[in-house]
């Protein structure tokens, strides 16, 4: 078992937080610009967030549509509230 999965919180307040920071440092660099590939870039940003959040739920053992909280404004906090229902999980621990 990898650190990712014994420390699921962890690790999705990480790829969140990475995810983030690279939403914000491109708000800066192409301030100027506009189009098509800003579009592409922010969508796969966007994509990679809700991935992020559906392994950790599916690692946590949980239902995906959970998932839906990504697209509430701080849904990820109730995400990160959820227990851990996954028994291989809870019994290495």
Do not use: D
């Not at 579009?39 to 239902?63: D, E, N």
């Amino acid at each position: 078992m990898s650190w990712l999965e014994r420390h699921v919180n962890w690790s999705m307040l990480i790829g969140w937080s990475a995810v983030g920071t690279i939403e914000f440092a491109l708000l800066f660099i192409t301030a100027a610009e506009s189009g098509e590939t800003l579009f592409v870039i922010y969508g796969a940003l966007v994509t990679l967030s809700l991935l992020i959040g559906l392994w950790g739920l599916q690692v946590k053992g949980r239902s995906l549509a959970w998932a839906l909280l990504c697209f509430i404004p701080f849904g990820w906090i109730a995400i990160l509230a959820l227990g851990n229902r996954n028994a291989a999980l809870l019994n290495k621990q």
